[in-house]
T-cell receptor, first 118, second 114 residues
Framework: AQTVTQSQPEMSVQEAETVTLSCTYDTSESDYYLFWYKQPPSRQMILVIRQEAYKQQNATENRFSVNFQKAAKSFSLKISDSQLGDAAMYFCAYRSALYGGSQGNLIFGKGTKLSVKP | DARVTQTPRHKVTEMGQEVTMRCQPILGHNTVFWYRQTMMQGLELLAYFRNRAPLDDSGMPKDRFSAEMPDATLATLKIQPSEPRDSAVYFC????????????FGPGTRLTVL
C-alpha cells in the first residue's frame, strides 16, 4: 500500500521569504501523480500544484514550485515570496495512475501547518 | 466557475439520529469521492464512484454508513445511526478522467454528533 509522509507538522516563514515543505512517499508503482493541496481556515481544499511521475521536469505554478526526486521518492514544495495569504495547512497527496481497478483516490499525508509572519 | 457543492455546510445532531450529506459534482465529471477529515486520522477515503457505480467503499463502516449516486448530479452519504466518533469534516470531490485528472473538492460538511 502506498503511504505519504510529511515530517514537518508546523513551519514558519517571514513574509516575502522562501519556504520549503517536505513530503516523501512510498510506492512500488512507476506511474503516478503527486499533488499539493492547500487548506486555509475556511477548510476548502485548494489544488496548488500537480506533478506527473513520468515527467522529469519539475512543475511550477507562479510562486509555487516542486522538487520532484523520483528515485528518492521525495516531492517537496517551495513557496517563493511568501504572502500572508499562504498561511494554511498544506497536504501532499499521491494518486495511482494505474488503469482499471479502483485505484483512483488520493492518499494524503498528515499535513504541514504553515504560518507566515508579517 | 464550476464548483463542487455540498449541503449542509454544518450539521449538529444527537447520537442515534440519521444524517444525510449531499454533494453536487461538477457537471461532466464522472468520478465522485467522499473523504473524511479528522484530527486523529487526517484525510481518508470513504467511498469512490465512477460513472455512478461504487468502486471502493472499503473505508466506510458498512453497518452505519451508506453512499449512493441516484443520478449524475447528486451523491449522498448517509449515517444511520450517528455516533459521536463520526464527528468530522466530510468532503466530496469530483473529477473527470479519473486516472489523469485532478480531483476538485467541495467546501465540506462539518458534522458534530453530540
Amino acid at each position: 500500500a502506498q503511504t505519504v509522509t510529511q515530517s514537518q507538522p508546523e513551519m514558519s516563514v517571514q513574509e516575502a521569504e522562501t519556504v520549503t515543505l517536505s513530503c516523501t512517499y512510498d510506492t512500488s508503482e512507476s506511474d503516478y501523480y503527486l499533488f499539493w493541496y492547500k487548506q486555509p481556515p475556511s477548510r476548502q481544499m485548494i489544488l496548488v500544484i500537480r506533478q506527473e511521475a513520468y515527467k522529469q521536469q519539475n512543475a511550477t505554478e507562479n510562486r509555487f514550485s516542486v522538487n520532484f526526486q523520483k528515485a528518492a521518492k521525495s516531492f517537496s514544495l517551495k513557496i517563493s515570496d511568501s504572502q500572508l495569504g499562504d498561511a494554511a495547512m498544506y497536504f501532499c497527496a499521491y494518486r495511482s495512475a494505474l488503469y482499471g481497478g479502483s485505484q483512483g483516490n488520493l492518499i494524503f499525508g498528515k499535513g504541514t501547518k504553515l504560518s507566515v509572519k508579517p | 466557475d464550476a464548483r463542487v457543492t455540498q449541503t449542509p455546510r454544518h450539521k449538529v445532531t444527537e447520537m442515534g439520529q440519521e444524517v444525510t450529506m449531499r454533494c453536487q459534482p461538477i457537471l461532466g465529471h464522472n468520478t465522485v469521492f467522499w473523504y473524511r477529515q479528522t484530527m486523529m486520522q487526517g484525510l481518508e477515503l470513504l467511498a469512490y464512484f465512477r460513472n455512478r457505480a461504487p468502486l471502493d467503499d472499503s473505508g466506510m463502516p458498512k453497518d452505519r454508513f451508506s453512499a449512493e449516486m441516484p443520478d449524475a448530479t447528486l451523491a449522498t452519504l448517509k449515517i444511520q445511526p450517528s455516533e459521536p466518533r463520526d464527528s468530522a469534516v466530510y468532503f466530496c470531490a469530483s473529477g473527470w478522467r479519473e486516472f489523469t485528472d485532478t480531483q476538485y473538492f467541495g467546501p465540506g460538511t462539518r458534522l458534530t454528533v453530540l
